[in-house]
C-alpha cells in the first residue's frame, strides 16, 4: 500500500470514529472533545511518520533499515513526550482525555499498520 492510500485509510478511520466521538461532545465538555481531537492526531501523525520511515527504509540495506527502524522509534517517542507534556503542562488539556484517546488511537493505528505492512511483505515475496 502507497504511503498515500495509508494516509487516507487512516485518516478516514480517525475522521469516522471521532464522528461516533462527537456524539459524546456533551459529556466531555469543550476541553475533553478538543484533547480527544489532540489525542487522535498525535497518534495519526505517529503512524503515518512510522509507515514514511518503513516505506522509505525496504528498499535500502539491512543497516539502514535497522537505523531509521530504531532511530525514528526513538524521535516519535521523544516529540511524542513533548507533544503530550506541552498539551497538558502548557495548553492545560484535561489529561485523561487526552491520554485515553492517544492510547486508544495508537492501538488501533499499531493494528492496522502491523495488518499493511505484512500484507506488503507477503505480497513483494519472489
Known sequence: MSLGRYTLVVLGFATVSLGVV???RESLGPAGLLATLVGAALAAANTLAAYALVVWSTRRSAQVFMGSLLGGMLGRMALMLVAVAAA????????????FSLLAYFVGFLVLELCVIQRRTVTERP
Open 22 to 24: 462527537a456524539a459524546f
Open 88 to 99: 497538558i503542562l502548557y495548553f492545560g488539556l484535561p489529561q485523561v482525555p487526552l491520554v
